[in-house]
Structures are given as C-alpha cells and as structure tokens.
C-alpha cells in the first residue's frame, strides 16, 4: 500500500485532468465538482494498481459516474395504462368523473397519436400495451431493429406534439 503523500500527490496530479473532462461533459460547475470529487473518491477507494491501463480505469470511473449523473437527473416518465380497445381511448369510471376536473384524455391521446403514421402508431400502441419487441415484430411483419426504430423516432415525435400542446 502506498502512503499517504505519495496517494495524494498522485491524485494531485490526475484531478486536473479529471476535471476538464467532467467540465466538458457538464456544464454546471457545481455538478462538475461534485462528480469530479464523486470520482476522485472511487479512485481513491479503487485498486488503480491492480489495473493494467490505470489511464484506460481511470477513464472508464469517470465515463460511468458521468453517466451516472445524467441518469439520475433524467425525469422520470408518468406511464399511462392504456387501455386500447376503442380507438385507443381511454374511459373514465362514473364515479370519478366530475365536469369541472375531468379533461377528455381519450381525445388527447387521439390528437397525439394522429401525429404518427399508421405503422409507427401501432407499433407505439402495442409497445404501450406490454408487448416484446419481438412480439411486435412478428405481427407487423417488420424486423426488430425497425421496431425499435419506430418506438424511438415514435417517441420523439409525441414528445414534440405534447410540447406544442402544452404551449
């Protein structure tokens, strides 16, 4: 085990190089320091000796705390149960509807979906209702990857509805 004053001036040496790598990563500067001492203390805690690249090691803590942090400030998504019998609409129970709270939610998600092509659309509705991407592809005759494709471009297109919805 090294001592003490030889880990630190290691450190010393590395923090910079860690630290214009975060910063050019994320652009808040607290963020930024809070990551760069996030990975400063895995280093620290770390078996660097035991690596055979301690540059490549190094790199990868810091990729993966990065990452880390944009992982956990991601929002969460509000999922929907949707129940997709009708005209994907959903329908609400007599005893919680009330006229003045109750918004028509079967016609939002029908101005959402008519966005999307037909393909795409039902690609997202079975996706919405639990299936694989597997199942998915078998019954509308695509492959996985154009699938997932869909789901994704899909999905960016709804978001951009719903933005301009919310303006």
């Known amino acids: 085990m090294k001592n003490l004053t030889t880990l630190d001036k290691e450190l010393s040496?590395?923090?910079?190089?860690?630290?214009?790598?975060?910063?050019?990563?994320?652009?808040d500067?607290?963020?930024?320091?809070?990551?760069?001492?996030?990975?400063?203390?895995?280093?620290?805690?770390?078996?660097?000796?035991?690596?055979?690249?301690?540059?490549?090691?190094?790199?990868?803590?810091?990729?993966?705390?990065?990452?880390?942090f944009w992982r956990s400030r991601k929002i969460k998504p509000v999922?929907?149960?949707?129940?997709?019998?009708?005209?994907?609409?959903?329908?609400?129970?007599?005893?919680?509807?009330?006229?003045?709270?109750?918004i028509d939610t079967g016609a939002i998600i029908d101005e959402l979906l008519s966005c999307l092509n037909e393909k795409t659309r039902q690609t997202i509705v079975l996706r919405a209702q639990g299936a694989t991407y597997k199942e998915i592809a078998e019954s509308t005759d695509t492959c996985i990857g154009s699938v997932r494709s869909q789901i994704h471009y899909g999905r960016i297109r709804l978001r951009q509805k719903m933005e301009s919805i919310g303006n």
Do not use: C
């Open 79 to 102: 999922l929907l149960s949707l129940d997709v019998v009708d005209t994907y609409r959903i329908r609400e129970t007599e005893e919680t509807y009330d006229p003045a709270v109750t």
């Open 13 to 27: 040496l590395i923090e910079p190089l860690v630290t214009s790598f975060v910063s050019y990563r994320v652009s």
């Open 29 to 68: 500067r607290e963020d930024a320091r809070d990551i760069v001492q996030e990975i400063m203390m895995k280093i620290w805690r770390g078996s660097i000796e035991a690596s055979r690249n301690p540059t490549g090691w190094i790199h990868t803590v810091s990729r993966t705390t990065i990452i880390d």
